[in-house]
């Protein structure tokens, strides 16, 4: 537009960013629904002090809080970088410090229910603290936190001693806040500080501690996050499906062109249990072991497909310990489990002899 801004569009999102890179507007279309409150701005990037008491390199202390200041100086203003199709994505530069600079390119590819920000941040400070920060148009108490296999619910106020100790904490791949209908999640890749505060998602980026080491974290950093507004709970939209996708993209790789039917080594019926884990077992050649587990906090029985030649499948816990009392039936090569609220199992499963072919080399 004239006015240097942007707005990207793909038949599930509109995504509006100004000269300096920050969501101005984001709609699910699906609902017509905003994201982002009228005259915030998210994706707007915060520069804290950050000087603990005693131990640098582990301590946050809350009053840094107090010292927020937005990085507001624009280097390169946003420009195109693909124009459309499978993929459009624009690229921005911001100046953190006379020292530090972050580049960012902002994708959204066809089909795909979040907007993508591929950051890279050359770092040089001292005790300082950069966040990121998403005002949304969601009120909630709680916001949902993702922790390892499951997730948990945190306040989203400070109102007392307990609460306000809480101003950071941890999230895996995503953190959510949601109300009846509506949603916004917020995905990431390898920052786990997260907080919700009121209707102010943000994710904590880099520190810059002193001691023990003063080079810490210091020199050039790439790292993604993403956002995903979404209809219904983070359970119906598939967030947590989503956020592993999000972590574990699908590679591409050359070949030659040749027919061949789609096959997959393994598939869960339940959107509700994750397939987490596929390994060798440790003692033994001929077996893979599964970990699965429930996401959603749920009671459920459900089945686990298989390609592969399984002649035997029995249930081991987390040593790879079989429960002789534990054998499953192989139905039309799949098995039946239950599973409790969060509860992880481990499956170990033999392969007949001279099963291992094609998608069945470890």
Partial sequence: KADGSVTMENGILAVHLDTMGRVTSLRLMQLERESVPEGCHANQFMIFDDIPLYWDAWDVMDYHLETKKPVLHLLHPLEIILPGGLRGSVK???????????????????????????????????????KVEFPVNVRNMNATYEIQ???????????TSWDWARFEV?????????????????????????????????????????????????????????????????KEAGVIQHAYSFNFPIHTVSAVSAPSPAWSAFSVQSPAIVLETIKQAEDRPDALVARLYESHGSTIVTWLHTSLPVKEAIICDLLERPDPSSHLSLEEHSVKLSFKPFQVRGLEMTISQGGWGRGCNL
């Avoid at 880099?206 to 950093?221: I, V």
């Fill in 92 to 130: 921005f530069s911001l100046q953190i410090s006379e020292k530090s600079i972050l580049t960012q390119e902002v994708i959204l590819d066809a089909t795909c229910p979040y907007v993508r920000f591929l950051t890279q941040v050359n770092w040089e400070e001292a005790h300082k603290f950069l």
């Fill in 149 to 159: 296999f499951g997730h948990l619910q945190r306040p989203t106020h400070w109102n």
């Fill in 170 to 234: 941890w999230a895996h791949k995503w953190m959510d806040l949601s109300e009846h209908g509506f949603g916004v999640a917020l995905l990431n890749d390898c920052k786990h500080g997260a907080s919700a505060n009121g209707n102010v998602m943000s994710l904590s980026l880099l520190r810059a501690p002193k001691l023990p080491d003063a080079t810490t974290d210091m020199g050039p950093h790439q790292f993604s996050y993403a956002v995903m507004p979404h209809a219904g709970s983070f």
